[in-house]
DNA sequence: ACAAATTTAGACAGGCTTGTCCAATTCGTC
DNA sequence: GACGAATTGGACAAGCCTGTCTAAATTTGT
């Protein structure tokens, strides 16, 4: 285990891991107290070091603050793009499959921990920090709806839609599903599962009546109108 | 001029006015600072008053705080209720009665300064205050929801909707007519007339689409099912 | 014009926070 | 076991902020 290169010793193990831990402190405490009420000697006792290690670290507050934001921007978007891979470009059931994953979407994304401290930060201290958090819009956000409009525009192709705009139709299905959880958010608390649920379930159903298939043979219709 | 009432002359004139003036000041430095980071100093500065004034009005920081948020919830309550009066109720063009409606709603009462703030006071110290803002949310949204619901449902009972939860439609429709803006609001800008405008006609139509009259006399093929 | 109330500017103590410095200690590695 | 790097705890100066106090100036009502 000591001689040469050994399978899981880096040379900064417990640095790295240590510094890992004052930014989850940090985010932590920048979250609850906001920039100017975050206490670095709270932000060390939280992560378990002396203060003196996050200067060494970090340097100051600010430079603090800014690993922060883009450590939590990273992990979020590395989230969301691996949940929008699991959309269901070929559903069996389209509003099962569009629930589920809307489902996981909140659950993996918007309302875990990363989710939950960045959106507070950029809301908190989004005037302070433009560019900062410029960018973190361009990665987030405008990635997020494009991957997710190029989706919705597959399944139009393939016939399950009917859809105008699918750049509209992905910013609309990620306001109809979240529709019931806007107050929840606001006041930074965490939604259950059966809120979630439910705001997925009627948020995909608006969705579908409105983006239903319309172009399609009359017979079918009448077959659908009968069902 | 002094004998008597006089045309204008309140007992407390300038001294009410100041006091007004030193809770807008003071909405405004808690909004750009924070609770932690504002500055008694900067407040009375931006009123126009002295520090001593501030104190002798309000106490402390902390009644201060409670003051505004108060005064600011009041307000936009008013606001929202105002404009909910102006909801179509027998529409002549019922996309563009919507749309003209959500516009109102957005402009009055969600991006104007007194929604901005309040909003975002609420995102960034909710959880310091719970009673303060729970009060605020059963007085605010709880109500705004309830009243919306029932102008849907009177919409929807009128032949003009087909709604099954009056309560999830009201909510969808404020998620939908602001989906746009969503980004906008969080980093705390003031979108555009025109963005305001995209994303209630955007909105409107997709809930129009979703909601529209299903069970109509007047198309054949539904004739035919009816029979 | 007079008297009362309000406002002002400034000084002030007390407390808290940031960021630095340093000696002692612990930890990881050879 | 020994060496060097990292960590610790504490002391420290400097600055900022809150909240109070005072005496002078201003405004208000009569």
Chains 1, 2 share one sequence.
């Not at 060390?44 to 340097?59: I, K, L």
């Not at 956000?141 to 699918?166: K, N, V």
Request: hydrophobic share 45%; net charge positive; with cysteine.
């Amino acid at each position: 285990m000591k001689p040469g290169v050994s399978p899981d010793t880096f040379p900064p193990r417990s640095h790295e891991a240590k510094r890992v831990s004052v930014v989850d402190a940090a985010a932590s405490v920048f979250c609850r107290e906001g920039y100017a009420g975050a206490n670095i000697d709270l932000i060390a006792a939280e992560a378990g070091v002396s203060r003196q290690t996050v200067y060494n670290h970090h340097g100051d507050k600010e430079k603090l603050f800014v690993a922060v934001v883009r450590d939590l921007t990273e992990r979020c978007n590395a989230g969301i793009f691996a949940t929008i891979a699991s959309f269901p470009d070929q559903p069996t059931d389209l509003e099962a499959d569009l629930v589920a994953f809307a489902v996981r979407m909140n659950r993996n994304c918007i309302c875990n921990r990363d989710g939950r401290f960045l959106r507070k930060l950029i809301q908190a201290e989004g005037g302070r920090y433009p560019e900062l958090f410029a960018e973190w819009r361009e990665q987030g956000p405008g990635r997020t709806w494009s991957a997710l409009a190029a989706r919705f525009a597959r399944l139009a192709f393939a016939g399950h839609l009917s859809i105008g705009d699918p750049d509209v139709a992905a910013r609309q299905f990620l306001a109809l599903v979240n529709a019931e959880l806007q107050i929840t958010f606001m006041l930074g608390g965490v939604p259950t599962e059966e809120e979630v649920l439910r705001s997925a379930t009627n948020g995909v159903r608006t969705f579908l009546s409105a983006f239903a298939r319309k172009k399609s043979p009359a017979g079918k219709q009448a077959a659908l109108v009968h069902a």
